[in-house]
């Protein structure tokens, strides 16, 4: 079973900016995407960016411009998400996905095969 967890949630002012990672373990092969969501209290989950197996990259409107997701170099299974401009409204539990094998299921959590436990970030003056 593929486990994900996920690192750098917090608490920061508006403008400022975060860092999130994301660390796979036990997958069963290389091939994957993955991608970040997020959940507000009240709220249902949403996509925020995901990472399509041959790098391709989508992200919400409400965060293009000021979120960028990527992998690590040396690890394909190392994910980040680098929040900048943060906003008072990106305050949210934040989930790691992903899904091995074909196919890349973009902003759709229906796709994704694993999560993560969360971490909160919280943005606040």
């Known amino acids: 079973q593929v486990q994900l967890v996920e690192s750098g949630g917090g608490e920061v002012q508006p403008g400022k900016s975060l860092n999130l990672s994301c660390k796979a373990s036990?997958?069963?092969?290389?091939?994957?995407?993955m991608g970040w969501f997020r959940q507000a209290p009240g709220k249902g989950r949403e996509g925020v960016a995901a990472?399509?197996?041959?790098?391709?990259?989508?992200y919400a409107d409400s965060v293009k411009g000021r979120f960028a997701i990527s992998r690590d170099n040396a690890d394909r299974h190392t994910l980040y998400l680098q929040m900048s401009f943060l906003k008072p409204e990106d305050s949210a539990m934040y989930y790691c996905?992903?899904?091995?094998?074909?196919?890349?299921?973009?902003?759709?959590?229906?796709?994704?095969?694993?999560w993560g436990q969360g971490t909160q970030v919280t943005v606040s003056s």
């Open positions: 036990k997958y069963p092969y290389n091939t994957n995407s």
């Open positions: 990472i399509a197996n041959d790098g391709t990259t989508i």
């Open positions: 996905a992903a899904r091995y094998g074909d196919g890349f299921p973009g902003l759709s959590q229906y796709g994704y095969n694993f």
